[in-house]
């Protein structure tokens, strides 16, 4: 007869195995890559904002989490409430999803297995159609559920324009043809090469050709003096940088009488404006009784708003700057885990418009659809501009706007959100019994699986917080016509519910032939 052990430590639990008493074993905690184990090392690190993480990435910190919490409370923690990541009205992320690896040597000329979804999970709210309300609609894209595929690095850009690609051609990210994120940012290292041999060829008309190669020899050698890798910044650390390190580069020139004139000059110009733009802005505040804050800030923004946006162009230091935000860009893209934080919506259209060259039968058109209004409508040629003194019924018809591309048999969805970019796989929309309509898009936060359904109000408000995100709609123009009646727009499920709503709301709805997901 086996003796039960009393509540003891794991350490004893363990040593009294050895005698045969049967005890738990040690939850083993997943090993993270270096990368990884860098980042989970600082306390202030949140997993669920990191657009920076593949989905490979995902489900080992999920896993490692998991790991640690049952090692830590010496077997399964107790179960805690779900936290949705921030503007996240459902998380899918617990959902098992389909091999989303692009096509490869390994499956090369084997059969496609077509993917299982779990539908009513993916696509009802919490695996259910709501009760008590009258109607429910739900549209969803099978083109792009087959065609998406996984992001293997920080190239968010890259790894959702191949979904397009494969959803507008009607390709399985396993079929022959499909394309994956790989060659997108072989398409994007091309953009970015002709784009810094232009700018190059520009500053060197101002500087003098001689003098900027010697200035970037130098430049670049300034990161190995720091333990750097040239042109590779640590996120957030190169708006702050770029400028600073010049200046540092012309001044050691300048004591080994090896001075850069016509950069120093430039610099010096550059400075005496800032200092001008400093003494107005302090006569303004004193003349307004309001205390100076400190100086001003250089004309640089952060890396992550895309477009390697950096200070303007309009002056020769500007140029410069640009010069060097773009030789960071490309230096990311050839990493080993290449980034396309570089690229804004810009960058999407561009890569859109080469692989449309690379495939001459094939017509196929990127535009901005939907983001904020800017001054001078319709300037960035926007479809639908919206504003946060938009009313229920501007916004009414700009979701019946999205639906409707949405819907169109021949395009799809691009959402240039909060530092990441994923496609738009699925819409519903549903009125609750106290009256108040319900409008959500399937997306991902993270990585490229549909993994969270977001309220319209929130996608709103992200378009709403800088000018520079955007929805992009991506179009097949030609041929109109699909093989087998193919079409790319997605399947519209409207679900009725009895001619009376029932009271009290809570009261289940008898729904035809859809019983078996509300019990």
Same mark, same amino acid.
């Given at each position: ?136 609609? *739900? ?43 790989? !060659?997108? *940012? ?9 784009? *810094? ?20 020899? !130098? ?301």
């Amino acid at each position: 007869m086996s003796t039960r052990l009393p509540p003891i430590s794991r350490k004893v639990a363990t040593q009294s195995s050895k005698n045969g008493t049967k005890s738990k074993k040690k939850a083993k905690i997943p090993k993270l890559p270096a990368h990884l184990a860098a980042k989970v090392k600082d306390p202030k690190y949140d997993m669920d904002t990191d657009t920076a993480l593949t989905d490979e990435e995902i489900a080992l910190l999920e896993a490692w989490k998991q790991a640690k919490e049952e090692g830590a409370s010496g077997g399964k923690p107790r179960r805690k409430k779900k936290v949705l990541p921030p503007g996240v009205a459902e998380d899918l992320s617990d959902m098992t999803f389909p091999d989303t690896s692009s096509r490869n040597a390994e499956n090369e000329g084997k059969p496609r297995i077509d993917d299982i979804w779990d539908k009513p999970r993916l696509l009802f709210p919490h695996g259910k159609i709501p009760t008590g309300v009258a109607n429910f609609c *739900v549209l969803h894209s099978p083109a792009l559920l087959d065609g998406f595929v996984k992001q293997t690095s920080p190239a968010c850009a890259a790894a959702s324009t191949a979904g397009a690609w494969n959803a507008l051609l009607g390709l399985h990210r396993h079929d022959k043809g499909a394309v994956g994120q790989d !060659e997108v *940012v072989a398409i994007m290292v091309d953009i970015l090469k002709d784009r *810094v041999a232009q700018k190059q060829e520009a500053v060197n008309k101002v500087f003098g050709a001689a003098e900027v190669t010697r200035f970037f020899e !130098e430049y670049e050698t300034s990161f190995a003096s720091d333990g750097m890798t040239p042109y590779i910044w640590e996120k957030g650390k190169q708006a702050g940088d770029m400028l600073p390190r010049v200046r540092r580069v012309i001044a050691a020139a300048a004591k080994s009488n090896n001075d850069y004139k016509v950069i120093h000059t430039a610099l010096s110009v550059e400075d005496e404006k800032d200092r001008a733009m400093k003494r107005k802005r302090q006569k303004d505040k004193s003349t307004l009784g309001i205390a100076d804050t400190g100086d001003i800030e250089e004309d640089i923004v952060d890396e992550d708003e895309g477009d390697g946006s950096t200070a303007s162009d309009k002056s020769p230091i500007g140029s410069l700057i640009q010069l060097i935000a773009m030789k960071s860009g490309l230096a990311k893209l050839l990493l080993e885990r290449p980034s396309t934080s570089f690229f804004g919506n810009d960058g999407i259209l561009q890569a859109i418009k080469m692989l449309k060259n690379n495939n001459p039968p094939i017509e196929v058109h990127a535009s901005l659809f939907m983001g904020k209004a800017k001054d001078g409508k319709g300037k960035d040629g926007t479809e639908v501009q919206i504003s946060s003194k938009d009313g229920p019924s501007t916004i009414a018809a700009q979701w019946q706007a999205m639906r409707d591309v949405f819907m169109s048999y021949n395009s799809v969805l691009l959402f240039h959100q909060t530092n990441h970019y994923s496609l738009i796989y699925g819409m519903r929309e549903w009125m609750t019994p106290s009256g108040v309509k319900i409008r959500q898009c399937l997306t991902a936060k993270r990585g490229q699986s549909p993994t969270a359904w977001l309220d319209f109000m929130e996608v709103r408000r992200i378009l709403l917080s800088w000018g520079g995100y955007r929805m992009i709609q991506i179009q097949r123009l030609v041929p109109k016509t699909f093989i087998d009646d193919w079409k790319v727009g997605a399947l519209m499920d409207v679900h009725k519910g009895p001619d009376r709503v029932p009271t009290p709301p809570q009261a289940e709805v008898a729904w035809d032939n859809w019983e078996r997901f509300i019990k």
